[in-house]
């Protein structure tokens, strides 16, 4: 496996992140992402499953990845994809009733080569150019109001969503999964497996993925990798670059070498 990975977080349209990433037989394991994603294939072809959806594509396919939706998926052979990482303050703009419900896209891909090619000629653009911003909120809110929808939290055992939350909230620290099942009186096994009926992965594998996207938005340029490994918990820089390089496929050096 190798790969190459190039990103920029657009300022002005408040940190909406586009990536370029580029592998060679990549497995993803079965994870998830704090903020909705769009993407497109440059070359390659992928497959995987997002949800309870399996999907396959290939450069004439949209992708649309949900927030929190657990996915997975490999690279088949080389694969060079574009993606769009886009941030809560675009979804709250399209939530017109104010309703504050959960945002999602209807479907995992959509097969239109034209929007496609648009999507990848727009992300080269803008990757050079900060006068491509306006264009690309444009095209972004306009994909987030055709294929998106809202609607009610799915998980209805309070405590459990309860309990998810308190775990959101120590990221930058360390978590006993067996403190928190009995502040909400269960059994550490009872509780996992009631979380993972909810959330489809464990406590502790919720609690790492919450910790491993919250430390990526915080590197910078200039970020001690050391540091952040610190701050969110992890005995070390090199375990800490083991599990971010398992979710994302690169590692924390090459995600702030990255940066453009």
Same mark, same amino acid.
């Given at each position: ?8 977080? +657009?300022?002005?349209?408040?940190? =909406?992140?586009? $990536?370029?990433?580029? &592998?060679? *037989? $990549?497995? &993803? ?9 769009? @993407? ?19 450069? %004439? ?15 088949? #052979? ?22 504050? *419900?959960?945002?999602? &896209?209807?479907?995992? !891909? ?18 050079? /150019? ?7 909120? =444009? ?22 969503? @309860?309990?998810?939350? %308190?775990? /959101?909230?120590?990221?930058?620290? $360390?978590? !006993?999964?067996?403190?928190?099942? +009995? ?11 009631? &979380? +993972? ?26 970020? !001690? ?7 969110? #918990?992890?005995?070390? $820089?090199?375990?800490? #670059? ?6 994302? #496929?690169?590692?924390?050096? @090459? ?6």
């Amino acid at each position: 496996m190798s790969y190459k990975v190039t990103c920029r977080r +657009m300022e002005t349209l408040d940190n =909406l992140e586009l $990536q370029l990433l580029q &592998f060679r *037989e $990549q497995r &993803f394991p079965s994870h998830f992402h704090e903020w909705p994603i769009i @993407a497109v294939l440059e070359n390659g072809a992928i497959t995987g499953e997002f949800g309870q959806y399996t999907y396959h594509g290939d450069s %004439d396919c949209v992708f649309f990845s949900n927030a929190f939706e657990l996915n997975c998926g490999e690279s088949i #052979g080389d694969v060079c994809y574009r993606t769009f990482i886009i941030p809560p303050s675009i979804i709250a703009w399209a939530d017109k009733n104010q309703k504050n *419900e959960l945002f999602y &896209f209807r479907e995992t !891909s959509i097969r239109d080569g034209s929007l496609a090619e648009s999507l990848r000629l727009l992300h080269e653009k803008a990757f050079s /150019s900060d006068q491509a911003a306006e264009e690309l909120e =444009l095209l972004i809110k306009k994909l987030v109001m055709e294929n998106g929808c809202w609607r009610t939290e799915a998980n209805s055992n309070e405590k459990i969503s @309860a309990a998810a939350r %308190d775990l /959101s909230q120590c990221l930058e620290g $360390q978590a !006993s999964i067996c403190q928190l099942a +009995m502040d909400y009186g269960y059994s550490r096994n009872h509780f996992t497996r009631k &979380f +993972m009926s909810a959330y489809g992965v464990t406590p502790s594998h919720y609690f790492l993925n919450r910790r491993i996207e919250k430390s990526r938005r915080e590197i910078g340029p200039t970020t !001690s990798i050391a540091e952040t490994a610190a701050k969110f #918990g992890f005995s070390d $820089q090199s375990h800490f #670059g083991r599990h971010f390089k398992k979710f994302f #496929g690169y590692s924390p050096g @090459a995600y702030r070498a990255s940066l453009v």
